[in-house]
């Protein structure tokens, strides 16, 4: 029970933390993603390009929505942003923290795709060998112009007939995979440096107005949440009372109709009690069908 | 008591976290089904169309109908629809409302396994490569064939161990050619998917919060209420089943004491609780007529009031008659006026 309370506080205060949670399960995902689909390169002049660079950029985007959708903070800006000013005015300043702070969590997974995509290397194999220049390789430069755009277009197919012991194309694939791993790496060193600047240096601009901004925005997420417990609360006792009024409701028509020589005043015992004047099949049948078809009106004053 | 309800109130308040569980555990599921089929294209030209199709479409429309058909609250919501207006008038709004997120939870599992399938590409290369450009991909210089051998020979494609036509068009290039199409097909897809849900996620917030608060809380309060109902109608069976059950146990222990002309022995004052509890049956015999006529004859679910005495003898049946036949027919009458 105390195990429960605390789980339960710990989520309302913290969503930081659990928001933090789904960042990091959606890289992980991205990753393992990554690494389960087979990627096959198809080798043909025209559609290399198209599909070395489209598997490099359309996952991170759709990633990235994936991010924004299961962030609950991006629900309560966009309330915070949408709702009428009423008495409480609107600070733009906390609207602009949520985005801020939801932006950088649904960036992680997207980044994570791309410069595991560049570090390993066939995306960008496959987008870009066939701009290579032939001169550089010499079996290619030997070839005519046709067969060279065909061959380097089958660089990336390291199974293909011709290339399986072709070292030129050992050399071009080489050389694309050094490139597209300095990326990697170069992308993941500028984007912690990033980070890391951000964090440090952020105290030194107007600190007091961002502590503001964050415990508003913290405020209103434990608001929301809040307000639908007690709903939840709320519903649960206007049922409660509903059901007990359709119970006494129905206890008074039978005593109105009935002659029964009832005496349940009289050493009620706590099943009698909780019986509720119902103590007949034909009652019971009774109280079942006019559930069904005449609920009682939700009206419990 | 408390516990439940604990829970109950933990999984209400944090209701997205608990969706999102759901929902990243129908998405687990759907790809666990997926690579755990065997698929096995039939690399025959008529056939491989419809195989290939029918795995990519058929299996998301079962696993929707099962998403509906797992979720509790579709009976709940079929009640809603179904019940007559009484006293109480009916919100389409509500319907709508519990409609829908039912309806964007079924969906997960079918999107999953459309995306993967075409993600893995052995689906679309079993349906399409007989629509293979062999102009294009494949040796100019080879002598061309019929229509129908040239269908028959595309068709091998996906099963490498009989395909015979290397010099028409080679194996690999066509099945990188295909699966290329396909993994293009199941980005563009899974991307539109998560647009369209961020669309429809981020514009409800600017267009219809009031409504929607109000269309949430009245579906929760539905769930609620017949929950609730179902609990007070748990513990009032539960009562009528002890007193029907201790009035069954009087009425033989009355009838015995009845039907052998001597008066009941009361206990002596301080015999205890464990005496009054044997409610007047204390041997073999008088026990195992009670088991008999409990097996026999079930008394009626119809309790008499505490105080009032059964004097009647027992006639095998065990009814205790208690009410003249006039408020009977009264009580007839009540129903039919309903």
């Known amino acids: ?301 | 008591m408390d516990k439940f309800r604990m829970i109950f109130q933990f999984f209400q308040s944090n209701q997205e976290s608990f969706m999102s569980g759901i929902c990243g555990i129908m998405a687990l599921a759907s790809t666990q089904i997926y690579s755990a089929f065997d698929f096995n294209c039939p690399c025959l030209p008529r056939y491989n169309l419809a195989y290939g199709l029918g795995i990519l479409l058929v299996p998301p429309f079962i696993l929707f109908l099962l998403g509906f058909v797992l979720n509790n609250n579709v009976s709940m919501l079929a009640e809603e629809w179904r019940r007559p207006q009484g006293q109480r008038g009916k919100d389409p709004a509500v319907l709508r409302y519990m409609f829908c997120s039912m309806a964007q939870r079924a969906m997960i599992a079918p999107v999953v396994w459309v995306s993967v399938t075409l993600l893995d590409g052995k689906c679309i290369t079993c349906a399409f490569c007989t629509l293979v450009p062999v102009e294009t991909l494949g040796n100019a210089s080879h002598p061309s064939l019929s229509q129908g051998d040239m269908k028959r020979v595309l068709a091998r494609i996906p099963c490498k161990e009989i395909y015979d036509g290397q010099e028409l068009i080679a194996n690999e290039v066509a099945v990188r050619y295909l699966r290329c199409i396909s993994q293009a097909l199941g980005w563009c897809f899974v991307l539109l998917m998560t647009m369209l849900a961020f669309l429809v996620r981020s514009l409800r917030p600017c267009f219809s919060q009031a409504a929607f608060l109000k269309s949430r809380y009245w579906s929760h309060y539905i769930d609620i209420e017949r929950k609730l109902f179902d609990e007070t109608c748990t513990e009032h069976a539960r009562s009528f089943a002890k007193v029907c059950i201790q009035q069954f146990f009087e009425g033989m222990s009355a009838d015995l004491v009845a039907a052998h002309c001597h008066l009941p022995r009361k206990a002596p004052e301080d015999a205890g609780e464990a005496t009054e509890k044997l409610l007047g049956i204390t041997d073999w015999d008088t026990m195992n007529m009670v088991l008999k006529s409990w097996h026999r004859c079930k008394p009626p679910l119809h309790l008499h009031p505490p105080a009032l005495p059964s004097g009647n003898g027992w006639t095998g049946e065990g009814q205790p008659p208690v009410h003249p036949p006039v408020p009977r027919s009264e009580m007839a009458a009540y129903y039919s006026w309903v």
């Not at chain 1, 609207?95 to 791309?114: E, G, N, T």
């Not at chain 1, 240096?201 to 949440?225: G, M, T, V």
């Not at chain 1, 009698?272 to 419990?300: A, C, F, H, S």
């Open chain 1, 1 to 301: 029970m105390d195990r429960f309370r605390m789980i339960f506080q710990y989520f309302q205060s913290n969503s930081e933390s659990v928001m933090n949670g789904i960042c990091g399960l959606l890289t992980l995902a991205s990753i393992k993603m990554y690494t389960s689909i087979d990627f096959s390169c198809p080798c043909l002049p025209q559609y290399n390009m198209a599909y070395g660079l489209g598997i490099m950029f359309v996952p991170p985007i759709a990633l990235f929505l994936c991010g924004l959708i299961l962030n609950r903070q991006s629900l309560v800006m966009l309330e915070e942003w949408s709702r009428p000013q009423g008495h409480r005015k609107k600070d733009l300043a906390v609207i602009r923290y949520l985005c801020s702070s939801i932006m950088q969590r649904a960036m992680v997974a997207p980044a994570a795709w791309i410069i595991v995509t560049l570090l390993d290397g066939k995306c960008l194999i496959c987008a870009f060998s066939s701009s290579m220049d032939p001169e550089n390789f010499v079996d290619f430069a030997s070839a005519s112009p046709v067969q060279v755009q065909q061959l380097l277009a089958k660089v990336p197919c390291k199974d293909e007939e011709l290339m399986r012991n072709n070292t030129s194309r050992k050399a071009v694939s080489r050389y694309l995979r050094c490139w597209s791993q300095a990326l990697g790496w170069s992308i993941l060193l500028i984007l912690i440096v990033a980070a890391f600047l951000a964090r440090w240096l952020r105290p030194c601009f107007n600190q007091a107005a961002l502590l503001q901004a964050r415990h508003w925005s913290n405020y209103i997420d434990i608001e929301q949440k809040i307000f639908e417990e007690t709903c939840c609360e709320h519903s649960r006792l206007f049922a409660h009372k509903c059901i007990l009024h359709f119970f006494e409701s129905m206890r008074r028509e039978i005593e109105l109709h009935s002659f029964s020589l009832s005496r349940e005043g009289e050493g009620a015992e706590e099943d009698q009690g909780l019986l509720r004047g119902i103590t007949d099949q034909d009652q019971v049948n009774k109280l079942l069908k006019m559930w069904y078809y005449e609920k009682p009106p939700l009206d419990v004053s």
